[in-house]
């Protein structure tokens, strides 16, 4: 059964970090390439960064360039996003996806909220 499992959201005030992790199983890791992307309330789901099977390339929206890192541990089957300088129009439910050759992936989402 596969599965995507996001954690690590919450309220943060502006300026602040947060580090989101999603935790996968029951697929190949390694052979998919993972983004996270976010939706805010009434606006469509955005690409926020992609990382390759192996890590060797990323990429970014940006509105979040020079602020979010996306990484993975491949023996952990884990992608992170790591979200500095937080601002309030960063507040949104954050996923991520697996993309393989044929197939793809959702997780159920992860709420961040930056707010004072």
């Known amino acids: 059964q596969v599965q995507l499992v996001e954690s690590g959201g919450g309220v943060v005030p502006p300026g602040g970090s947060l580090r989101l992790s999603c935790a996968a199983s029951g697929f190949t890791f390694s052979a998919y390439r993972m983004s996270w992307y976010r939706q805010a309330p009434g606006k469509e789901r955005e690409l926020v960064a992609g990382i390759t099977r192996a890590g060797g390339s990323t990429s970014y929206a940006d509105p979040v360039k020079g602020r979010f890192t996306i990484s993975r541990d491949n023996a952990k089957n884990t992608v992170y996003l790591q979200m500095n300088s937080l601002k309030p129009e960063d507040t949104a439910v954050y996923f991520c996806?697996?993309?393989?050759?044929?197939?793809?992936?959702w997780g159920q989402g992860t709420q961040v909220t930056v707010s004072s």
């Open positions: 996806k697996a993309v393989g050759v044929v197939d793809e992936y």
